[in-house]
């Protein structure tokens, strides 16, 4: 079965740089969930969109924006970026009325700001 | 302010025998309960999800949910070493698009 798919799975950036991740959803599904995992912790939600639509936000700094575009998937903007922003980066989806809003995530991209 | 608290563990159980892991969360609105696997350096995998007191059972594992009591727990019988993972357990408080809060995982080893 399809799952869901990130790019890149690795970027290594330095400070004060900027970096685009990207999420593919599972096919169908139309709502997308950004959270943020550092070392020795568990995940911390971000951001979420339905239908293209943001849905909920969590601890998603300022110097973060994220979108839906129309074929549903999301990209993850982050500016300015601070040696804390090192962290693995998880995407999920899930399809809001037939799964009950469980959340299928995907690989990850391990950021590391140097 | 959501919580979720586990006992971070690690929690060492024999192969073959059943391990038992237990969540707490504070926010009595919560209406849907998950259980994530995740192997060191990978992504949570959904292994069980509930919503409804009592138990439901998939395969090896079985999820038990008490409202009441702000409780869930997990049953993995039969523990293989391949279990060996952290759990985390993860509260949906709203539903539809909202995300999640986890706790922090307990670490489970299974000694063969």
């Known amino acids: 079965a399809a799952g869901v798919i990130q790019s890149p799975r690795h970027l290594i950036k330095e400070k004060r740089e900027t970096a685009t991740l990207k999420c593919y959803p599972i096919?169908?599904?139309?709502?997308v969930y950004w959270y943020q995992q550092g070392p020795g912790q568990d995940p911390q939600f971000l951001i979420s969109f339905y239908e293209k639509m943001q849905s909920d936000k969590g601890s998603i700094p300022d110097r973060f924006s994220a979108q839906q575009f129309s074929d549903y998937h999301s990209e993850l903007n982050m500016s300015s970026l601070e040696l804390g922003d090192s962290a693995l980066y998880f995407c999920?989806?899930?399809?809001?009325?037939?799964?009950?809003?469980?959340?299928?995530f995907g690989p990850g991209t391990r950021l590391t700001v140097t | 302010q959501k919580e979720v608290e586990q006992n971070s563990g690690p929690l060492s159980v024999p192969e073959g025998a059943i391990a038992s892991l237990n969540c707490t969360y504070s926010?009595?609105?919560?209406?849907?309960f998950f259980w994530y696997r995740q192997y060191s350096g990978k992504s949570p995998e959904l292994i069980m999800s509930i919503y409804s007191n009592g138990d439901k059972e998939d395969g090896r594992f079985t999820a038990q949910l008490n409202k009441a009591s702000q409780y869930v727990s997990l049953l993995i019988r039969d523990s293989q070493p391949s279990d060996s993972a952290t759990y985390l357990c993860?509260?949906?408080?709203?539903?539809?698009?909202?995300?999640?809060?986890f706790g922090k995982g307990t670490h489970l080893i299974i000694q063969p």
């Open positions: 999920a989806s899930s399809l809001q009325k037939e799964t009950l809003y469980e959340q299928y």
């Open positions: 096919p169908r599904h139309d709502t």
């Open positions: 926010d009595r609105v919560s209406q849907s």
């Open positions: 993860a509260v949906d408080s709203g539903g539809g698009a909202d995300g999640l809060t």
